[in-house]
């Protein structure tokens, strides 16, 4: 059915998924498998070599969340991205916690990630840190706790963002500030 970087063409094999057509299922799942890849590579591109969980790593068990659970009912193609977004924020919390309850010391060093919060996901109290407060942030203010997981944990473009949630992009980068602003204070030592 076309390219499967159409926008509009994945966004009907998405709803057309989202009906029951299997075929339509079986097409989307290499490109989903191809959207986590290019997502974990943007992230990890950014991290330290020496990162405990490498981009395979990472595709490989976001992929694995997504085609072991039932098929979310997908609205169109900034939502699939925006799912996406979730499970490689929760795959990168999950080792992140893995990793802190077997750490016996040592330490990694920071590499900062370009949406200039000082987070690195090569350093697991940072993961951990902005999963906390996330979670503060959601109670305060949903839609910018839902804006950082889909640019941080992402990779998603302000209009990427904006499209998912049905704002301007002009709305996402304020939010975006204010957002960023705000887990600069929460997180400050």
């Known amino acids: 059915m076309g390219d499967m970087y159409d926008p ?11 009906d ?3 075929q339509a299922e079986a097409e989307i ?12 590579m943007a992230i990890m591109r950014r991290e330290s070599p020496a990162h405990t969980l490498q981009p395979t790593a990472l ?13 979310p009912e997908w609205q169109s193609r900034t939502h699939f991205l925006a799912v996406c977004s979730n499970v490689m924020r929760r795959v990168l919390v999950d080792h992140a916690r893995r990793r802190a309850r077997q750490k016996r010391g040592g330490d ?14 090569t350093h697991d109290a940072d993961v951990l840190a902005l999963e906390d407060v996330l979670e503060e942030l959601a109670v305060l203010n949903p839609r910018q706790a ?3 997981v889909m640019r941080f944990f992402g990779g998603m ?5 904006a499209e998912s949630l049905g704002l301007s992009r002009r709305t996402i980068e304020a939010e975006w500030t204010l957002a960023k602003a ?3 204070r929460a997180l400050a030592p």
Do not use: N
């Not at 799942?29 to 974990?40: I, M, N, S, T, V």
């Open 59 to 71: 595709v490989h068990e976001a992929y694995m969340r997504l085609v072991g659970s039932e098929m």
């Open 146 to 148: 839902r804006i950082i």
């Open 108 to 121: 990694q060093s920071r590499v900062s990630l370009e949406v200039g919060l000082g987070l690195s996901v």
């Open 29 to 40: 799942l290499p490109f989903l498998y191809e959207q986590l890849h290019d997502r974990a």
């Open 8 to 18: 509009e063409a994945l966004t009907s094999l998405l709803l057309a998924a989202r």
């Open 157 to 161: 473009s302000v209009e990427e963002v």
């Open 20 to 22: 029951g057509d299997a």
């Open 182 to 184: 705000w887990l600069r």
